[in-house]
């Protein structure tokens, strides 16, 4: 038990007055014996075991009473989902989703799952444990953690501040395992506040195993998960997928493929007003959205016909999520789109060249070198978009093999091949199993429509993935997220773990081992999406995520924001922000992961599934809620006292005497009266 004033407790041997006073009144009285007495002393022992319980059952109730009124005046708290009954731990340790969804707020209070957290824990650690306990923030923006000196102090940082960013939770739990080892931080209370968003939890990912199994081994952690669960009940997003400025002799627009989609169909077609701002400039059009959801392709802006390079944004009306209410954007001339094979068997590259020059674009010139393994430093690396790699993966000694780490952490695109000789290298965590020769030609039997290389086209048709013919196939080992599955075989195409621009191919295109270079569609699309997604970093300009690391640091040319004139900030929270920067000539637009546009949350029996064998507790709260995580139950305790003396007032309460009518030779007669 919590108290918020302890002072009072030091009385609490009070409550054994009493049976102090009782005992010194019982040895005092002085016994003179008399005829009589053998008579009272024989009827008093015939009740002498029901006497005896009934002076300690008023006794059990004076202390009751004394006890009840000093633990009353120490103002208890109640709160056994913070484990409060446990005292105060060596460590408290906040873990803090700051993702995009946690901005969801009530229109009502203009208050955030992200402050509604922040403020009931900040009370509600507080109130627990005040300073006894060493406080640490770990926050999913950065990753970094911070020691802060009271809970308050929650409320006012800038590492708590909301973002346009996901979150990585098991990430998180790891960086936070990582610290508790480190710091040996003893008795230990975990708190993650959260939405349960399902991409940022990820379920379906292999370290939660082995986080659950660290964590056993770890005595005296208990976790203590806040959590918003709830989605709006109405809700409109947008999401630009392309956009591209187009010219003629006399005029120039941007052509935008863009989606606009809503929780629920609105019963009748509902005009959508769109704020289109250009520059700085800022123009209203209007679109009917007759389903829950409006794709519009090639969605002409007219600019004027000397703007060539520039930034914009598109916005909905506000709603109960503003994050998915805006989606920035920049523009210019795009550079060509410049690719690279390295390979050793030029056999194989045929396919791949006529599909990489066969630009989508035909405004835009597309360019492919084909080099052999041995001339692969002669790639262009700032220069290509996407890196074909049909070779054996370098060791991680090598230069090779850190160029192209850093290939794909800049945010371009690169495809591995399996080599002729698979070994045991790796990269990414993920390493090349041997060949096999199936004895008839596989088929994939599921692939992922709704992102990434494989997806639906822009009308919502299915890529004929489904017709591929495998007929050697290389087994792909690690972690990554599976675009395409075959089955009894595992993944045909495969994403790295946190590397959105690195994937793996399990097969080749030539007719030896597969029809993807007959067939022609699928191999085309992925290819183009690859470099289409590479190409977004090529020139000064980028339109990629928001997350740590989004903006370079560059202490020459320092970053602020495009459409505002407050100087430069500090780069690691402005990568957190969705908006568009500025460095020297950089242009840089960040908006939230796509995976921040589902709110859907994971239901409590997955939560359960995750933290299985620890001490958890979940508090699933709304914004709408007004209750506290602690509460004061002194009025439990004036409570008990008044029950505690009520029942020592009936236990003291004189017998009910009763008149006996008395015998008079066998018969009773009435007492005698006065006349």
């Keep these: ?31 003179v014996p008399w005829a009589a007495m053998m008579f009272l002393r024989a009827a008093q022992k015939m009740s002498q075991g029901f006497s005896r319980l009934k002076q300690i059952l008023i006794l059990g109730l004076r202390v009751l009473a004394v006890a009840a009124i000093l633990l009353a005046i120490a103002r208890p708290l109640a709160g056994g989902w913070l484990g409060l009954t446990g005292g105060a731990p060596d460590t408290v340790l906040v873990l803090l989703d700051r993702s995009a969804s946690m901005e969801q707020q009530n229109p009502a209070i203009q208050l955030s799952k992200r402050q509604a957290g922040l403020k009931n824990l900040s009370k509600a650690i507080s109130d627990a444990v005040g300073t006894r306990s060493k406080l640490v923030l ?27 960013s996901g979150a990585d939770i098991p990430g998180l739990l790891q960086k936070a395992l990582d610290y508790l080892t480190a710091n040996k931080t003893g008795q230990t209370d975990l708190w993650i506040l959260s939405d349960l968003q399902k991409g940022d939890w990820d379920r379906s990912s292999g370290r939660w195993e082995n986080l659950r199994s660290a964590f056993k081994n770890l005595p005296g952690v208990r976790f203590h998960l806040l959590t918003y669960p709830q989605s709006p009940e109405e809700d409109l997003g947008i999401r630009i997928r392309d956009i591209q400025r187009r010219a003629t002799e006399t005029a120039a627009e941007l052509l935008v493929d863009l989606r606009i989609t809503r929780k629920t169909a609105p019963p009748h077609p509902e005009e959508i007003p769109l704020r289109i701002v250009i520059n700085g400039v800022a123009t209203t059009t209007k679109v009917t959205l007759k389903d829950s959801e409006l794709v519009l392709q090639a969605f002409p802006i007219p600019i004027e016909k000397n703007l060539v390079r520039g ?20 523009f210019d001339d795009p550079p060509p789109l410049q690719s690279a094979i390295v390979t050793e068997d030029e056999a194989e590259t045929d396919a791949l060249v006529s599909a990489l020059t066969a630009s989508s674009d035909p405004q835009r010139k597309a360019v492919c070198a084909v080099l052999p393994a041995k001339r692969a430093a002669e790639i262009a690396w700032e220069k290509t978009a996407l890196l074909i790699w049909h070779a054996p993966i370098p060791k991680p000694e090598d230069a090779l093999f850190r160029q192209l780490q850093q290939h794909a952490a800049s945010g371009r695109s690169v495809v591995f091949l399996p080599p002729n000789v698979p070994d045991d290298s790796e990269i990414f965590g993920v390493r090349w199993g041997p060949w096999s020769n199936p004895q008839k030609p596989l088929s994939p039997d599921g692939w992922r429509t709704d992102s990434d290389l494989l997806a639906n086209t822009r009308d919502g048709a299915a890529l004929p993935v489904g017709t591929l013919e495998l007929s050697r196939l290389a087994k792909i080992t690690g972690p990554g997220i599976p675009l395409a599955r075959i089955p009894e075989h595992g993944p045909l195409l495969l994403r790295a773990l946190g590397t959105p621009g690195a994937y793996f191919l399990g097969t080749l295109p030539g007719a030896g081992s597969s029809s993807l270079a007959r067939e022609g569609v699928v191999l085309f699309v992925i290819l183009q999406r690859a470099l289409n997604d590479g190409a977004r970093t090529l020139g000064n300009l980028r339109q990629q995520v928001a997350g740590a690391g989004a903006l370079p640091e560059d202490p020459a040319h320092p970053w602020k924001a495009a459409d505002e004139k407050n100087g430069p900030g500090e780069t690691r929270e402005l990568g957190l922000r969705a908006g568009v920067f500025q460095s020297g000539e950089r242009l840089h637009a960040l908006n939230r992961p796509e995976a921040e546009d589902d709110l859907a949350a994971l239901a409590a029996a997955s939560v359960s599934e995750l933290f299985e064998g620890l001490d958890f507790k979940v508090l699933s709260d709304t914004l709408e809620s007004t209750g506290s995580l602690t509460r004061e139950v002194w009025r439990t305790f004036l409570i008990a006292m008044a029950l505690a003396l009520l029942g020592e007032a009936i236990l003291c309460m004189p017998p009910r005497r009763t008149q006996e009518t008395p015998r008079v030779g066998g018969i009773f007669q009435e007492p005698l009266r006065e006349k």
């Design 311 to 330: 930034w914009g944004r598109i916005e909905l009306p506000e709603d109960a999520y503003p994050a998915n209410n805006v989606f920035h954007f920049v």
């Design 1 to 31: 038990m919590t108290f918020l004033e302890a002072a009072p407790l030091v009385a609490l041997p009070v409550a054994a007055l009493p049976v102090i006073i009782h005992l010194v009144h019982l040895y005092r009285r002085k016994q």
């Design 138 to 164: 770990l926050e999913s923006g950065t990753g970094n953690a911070l020691e802060i000196p009271d809970a308050k102090a929650l409320l006012d940082l800038p590492q708590t501040a909301g973002t346009e």
